[in-house]
């Protein structure tokens, strides 16, 4: 199988998942998530006042939230 080549300006980024048992994001901070109890396993959302928010206003309160990672910075021009 050949090699793929990068891209010219091709960035890549590491996700970091941190399980909740080990971390929690600070208040209102918008995150990734991940929710085994969900059709979709990872969702962007924060977490405030004990309770999980979805992007889009759904309070979850979710114990299956298992981890958290922060947003990728994006890229480091403008598109």
């Known amino acids: 199988m050949a090699k793929k080549k990068k891209k010219p300006g ?14 929690m994001p600070d ?3 918008l995150v ?6 969900c059709d979709q396993p990872v969702w962007m959302g924060w977490h405030a ?3 999980w928010w979805f992007v889009g206003g759904a309070d979850e309160n979710d114990p299956d ?3 958290w990672a922060h947003l990728p910075k994006g890229p480091d021009t403008a598109f």
């Open 10 to 23: 091709a960035m890549n980024e590491w996700i970091e998942w941190i399980p909740v048992t080990r971390e």
């Open 27 to 29: 208040d209102d901070t």
């Open 32 to 37: 990734m998530m991940a929710d085994r109890g």
């Open 49 to 51: 006042e004990d309770a």
């Open 65 to 67: 939230v298992t981890h």
